[in-house]
């Protein structure tokens, strides 16, 4: 007959369930221990996890939430050996939608996710005192974002690659800025400069109009 009910299974290879069956599958409330030490306490259904559960893994870390299909789905907490930990949402095993993802050094991401990656829109707070305020793209700050620096230095306006690139404004604590365009983090005119080219002279003018073509 079917395995139905409340049971005990033990595989060849060292694997074990200890649950509920329904028609020879792991479904409803379950453990199973896997031979190389990994553990999942939590719902199943047709032999896949499904549902709230608790999932530790060999080298220590540990999820703890919503699964679907045997995968990490909706909300949940995974917690780092190293310290680091993200809660959110959770979307086929990766982060996908609003989380927190916390470092243990302090560092702190608060914002949208996409098959694990920053992105979208998030605030992210340096344990330093620095803190970002914007939008994401792979990881990377990218588009409208402000950069405020715990010196009181400032920068509003555009980004790529996680630089300062397009149209922005950087003040000073000082009070001093720098406003117009700025191409792989550098201000266009203080490149300008740097290639030896007189403030105010026509050379300077016109390498500043070629850096800016570039953007």
């Known amino acids: 007959g079917n395995y139905h009910g409340q049971g005990t299974y033990t595989i060849a290879n060292g694997d074990k369930y200890v649950g509920e069956f329904k028609d020879d599958k792991r479904h409803g409330q379950g453990t199973y221990i896997f031979a190389e030490g990994e553990q999942y306490v939590g719902e199943y259904k047709e032999n896949k996890e499904h549902g709230q559960g608790t999932y530790t893994y060999a080298y220590g870390d540990k999820y703890v939430g919503e699964f679907k299909d045997g995968k990490r789905h909706g909300q949940g907490t995974y917690t780092y050996t190293n310290g680091n930990k993200y809660v959110g949402e959770f979307k086929d095993g990766n982060y996908h939608g609003q989380g927190t993802y916390t470092i243990a050094n302090g560092d702190k991401y608060v914002g949208e ?88 002279s026509s050379e300077f003018g016109q390498c500043v109009i070629t850096l800016i073509n570039k953007l």
Do not use: S
């Open 113 to 200: 996710f996409k098959d694990d990656k920053y992105h979208g829109q998030a605030t992210y707070t340096y344990a330093y005192g620095d803190k970002y305020v914007g939008e994401y793209k792979d990881d990377k700050r990218h588009d409208q974002g402000t950069y405020t620096h715990a010196n009181g230095n400032k920068y509003v306006g555009e980004w790529k690659d996680d630089k300062y690139h397009g149209q922005g404004n950087y003040t000073f604590a000082n009070g001093k800025q720098n406003i117009g365009y700025f191409l792989n983090g550098e201000y266009i005119p203080y490149t300008c400069e740097a290639m030896g080219l007189v403030k105010g």
